[in-house]
């Protein structure tokens, strides 16, 4: 019976052990694992799961030349999205991190932060977003003090797939990231100058579309209550059709977004923008490019009974007071479309609405005569 209970006891003593084992092993690969001090022995990760390492720094030499250790993470996307690094701040001491891809291609350069930011202003992590299409990236960690060896850090990699972020590198014309008409786009853009007042070094976002006839275009972006992008729109060679830049402060008022918009002909056009404020590399911006269609109305009184006009084929045609819907109808394969009212007063104020099968509108607002 004795060596029965003894048995017993043995097994369940293994289990425990081989339990804690396990737990300690999934525990330690949210650890950076040593050697990683290269590219090519950089930890392998998972987004979304945050991981911690130790770093110190050393200088030799010049001033401000890094021998420390350098810890390289490295992870992959399968599927284009917005990739935010994310690393807690510490009341002493800072970390820099950098987001580059194999060719050393740096995406995000940044420093933890520290003192009254974290005690006063609880900033408790430093956060920089990037739109990046499917690839392999990797992430450099090191400290900036030479007494941190004991002092570990925490870095968080998350990841939100999705087509709908500006994907870097896109700081060229020939780099720029394809969109779609009249879909929102989500980007981020800082400014740095250098030399000569005004002069841009910061990071430059272009975008491509292509137009396959005339049509009229309007470019939109969101405003902010305390920084500016400016955006210009672009033929291949350079030629602006567009020079704005967005609302801030009081100018803002109700307006949410600043619209520009030009008739252009067929053709590929590209949409660049930047930020024009250095610490903007956490704000985001959007960005829609709209292709309005071809509307017209014709005279409406008081005894019109059908409201009449032009617009694309196989168009859907609304005709509202309001936010009220009068009457719709489909436009003919001229174009020609008919939508049946009741007659309204003289003063009347009527609006519109013509979008095609590809959802391009154009409203346009009549008053009854």
């Known amino acids: ?48 799961t945050t991981y911690s390492g130790y770093s110190n720094f050393r200088t030799s030499g010049s001033w401000g030349s890094h021998i420390g250790d350098f810890d390289y993470f490295k992870f992959t996307l399968d599927k284009p999205g917005k990739v935010t690094l994310s690393m807690k701040n510490n009341e002493d001491y800072t970390w820099s991190f950098l987001l580059t891809d194999s060719n ?108 396959d006839k005339s049509s009229e275009v309007t470019v939109s972006m969101n405003n902010h209550e305390d920084y500016t992008w400016s955006f210009l729109l672009l033929d291949p060679n350079n030629k602006k059709f567009i020079d704005a830049k967005t609302e801030n402060g009081t100018k803002i008022g109700n307006k949410k977004s600043t619209n520009k918009s030009v008739s252009l002909p ?18 985001p911006y959007s960005l829609l490019v709209k292709k309005s269609i071809l509307l017209t109305i014709n005279k409406v009184t008081n005894k019109t009974t059908s409201i009449t006009g032009k617009t694309e084929e ?24 008919k939508v049946k009212i009741k007659a309204q007063k003289k003063g009347t104020k009527l609006t519109v609405i013509a979008r ?14």
């Open 1 to 48: 019976m004795n060596r029965f209970f003894t048995l017993v006891i043995t097994f369940i003593l293994l289990m425990l052990f081989n339990t804690s084992i396990e737990k300690g092993v999934k525990a330690a690969s949210n650890y950076e694992q040593e050697p990683n001090d290269e590219m090519k022995s950089a930890t392998n990760i998972e987004l979304n």
């Open 104 to 211: 050393n291609k740096q995406f995000i350069d940044a420093d933890t932060e520290n003192g009254v930011k974290v005690t006063d202003q609880n900033i408790s992590h430093t956060t920089r977003s990037v739109g990046l299409p499917a690839g392999t990236y990797y992430v450099r960690v090191y400290g900036n003090y030479g007494e941190m060896e004991k002092i570990p850090y925490e870095l968080t990699i998350g990841f939100k797939p999705s087509s709908r972020y500006e994907q870097e590198p896109n700081d060229e014309m020939k780099l720029a990231t394809n969109i779609e008409l009249n879909t929102t786009y989500t980007g981020y853009s800082k400014y740095l100058s250098s030399g000569s007042w005004g002069s841009h070094i910061g990071d430059f976002d272009y975008f491509k579309f292509k137009l």
């Open 266 to 283: 067929a053709g590929t056009y590209y949409v660049k923008v930047f930020g024009n404020y250095s610490e903007m590399e956490e704000i």
């Open 314 to 337: 196989n168009a859907n045609v609304e005709v509202k007071i309001g936010n009220k819907l009068l009457g719709k109808a489909k436009s003919d394969s001229k174009g020609n479309y």
């Open 356 to 369: 095609d099968k590809d959802k391009n509108e154009k409203t346009i607002t009549t008053t009854v005569k």
